[in-house]
T-cell receptor, first 117, second 113 residues
Framework: GAGVSQSPSNKVTEKGKDVELRCDPI?????LYWYRQSLGQGLEFLIY????????KSGLPSDRFSAERTGGSVSTLTIQRTQQEDSAVYLC???????????????FGPGTRLLVL | TQLLEQSPQFLSIQEGENLTVYCNSS?????LQWYRQEPGEGPVLLVT?????EVKKLKRLTFQFGDARKDSSLHITAAQPGDTGLYLC?????????????FGTGTRLTVIP
């Protein structure tokens, strides 16, 4: 079946503009995660959605970042008033709620490469 | 603060050589996962280790979880150019009904033909 998809694959924007990044998780996956990856580095957790529960926003770096998940499926990450330091790859992952520890595999999308000029 | 430290950060070796990548933390994890990421793609899960001391093999790759479930290693035997990529470890700390993963800093491996 289809994996996690993200759009756009690349986004170039000017400092101060708002951007929206989209994630389509695997059908039936109840958990959805957003991460940020700076050039060649590890992943930084941003936000996590589980079903209809309130999201875990503990990783969002500032109030310029927000995310929504409509109908328990598609998610949009919004960055307002972008800054140059926001340039990174934004990765989305989804997982099933099942199994014991270690079995709830996260499946990643290809990411959106954001460049803020 | 980085929860998981990987070493080395960069590694460039000749085809056929062996290598080991380390993933260390002062925190205890319920499981530890290893991913490989290629340019332009998201990370892809290689293996999950759950039990302290557990060893898993995936062809030429051997993964070990430390007895105290705080650290892990990835050993590659007879590296091939196709092994080139960014290797990431991630420790799981259960939270609610899904899992929170804390990623390491990554090891960028280049295997030279």
């Amino acid at each position: 079946g289809a994996g996690v998809s993200q759009s756009p694959s690349n986004k170039v924007t000017e400092k101060g503009k708002d951007v929206e990044l989209r994630c389509d998780p695997i059908s039936g996956h109840t958990a959805l995660y957003w991460y940020r990856q700076s050039l060649g580095q590890g992943l930084e957790f941003l936000i996590y959605f589980q079903g209809n529960s309130a999201p875990d926003k503990s990783g969002l770096p500032s109030d310029r970042f927000s995310a929504e998940r409509t109908g328990g499926s598609v998610s949009t990450l919004t960055i307002q008033r972008t800054q140059q330091e926001d340039s990174a790859v934004y990765l989305c992952a989804s997982s099933l709620k099942k199994g014991t520890s270690g079995q709830k595999t996260q499946y990643f999308g290809p990411g959106t490469r954001l460049l803020v000029l | 603060t980085q929860l998981l430290e990987q070493s080395p950060q960069f590694l460039s070796i000749q085809e056929g050589e062996n290598l080991t990548v380390y993933c260390n933390s002062s925190s205890v994890f319920s499981s530890l996962q290893w991913y490989r990421q290629e340019p332009g793609e998201g990370p892809v899960l290689l293996v999950t280790v759950v039990t302290g001391g557990e060893v898993k093999k995936l062809k030429r790759l051997t993964f070990q979880f430390g007895d105290a479930r705080k650290d892990s290693s990835l050993h590659i035997t007879a590296a091939q150019p196709g092994d080139t990529g960014l290797y990431l470890c991630a420790g799981e700390i259960p939270r609610g009904e899904a899992n929170n993963l804390f990623f390491g800093t990554g090891t960028r491996l280049t295997v030279i033909p």
